[in-house]
Nanobody
Framework: QVQLVESGGGLVKPGDSLRLSCAASGLPFSSTDMGWFRQAPGKEREFVAFINWSGDSTNYADSAKGRFTISRDNAKNTAYLQMNSLKSADTAVYYC????????????WGQGTQVTVSS
């Protein structure tokens, strides 16, 4: 069965950095496109970043451009989200997701990791 397990969240101050990890199992990770999403209290879940299966194509939400970097290590079945210059507006539960190869939709989701940015 497919499992996506996020880690690396926490409480940080504005301007700090965090690196989130997403460990995947039960799916052909090296041929699976991955993404990061977030959901802030009282808001809908929103897209943050995308990386294709090989890592040579990425895409970011405007809010993440220039501050966040998505990457992956296919040898470790792990995707990452490096977040720099964090703001209070980045406070949310962050989820990783795997794109279904046949469905073309975000088919698998992790349980989420909390990121809180507060002074």
């Amino acid at each position: 069965q497919v499992q996506l397990v996020e880690s690396g969240g926490g409480l940080v101050k504005p301007g700090d950095s965090l690196r989130l990890s997403c460990a995947a199992s039960g799916l052909p990770f090296s041929s699976t496109d991955m993404g990061w999403f977030r959901q802030a209290p009282g808001k809908e879940r929103e897209f943050v970043a995308f990386i294709n299966w090989s890592g040579d194509s990425t895409n970011y939400a405007d809010s993440a451009k220039g501050r966040f970097t998505i990457s992956r290590d296919n040898a470790k079945n792990t995707a990452y989200l490096q977040m720099n210059s964090l703001k209070s507006a980045d406070t949310a539960v962050y989820y990783c997701a795997a794109l279904g190869r046949t469905t073309g939709r975000w088919q698998y989701w992790g349980q989420g990791t909390q990121v809180t940015v507060s002074s």
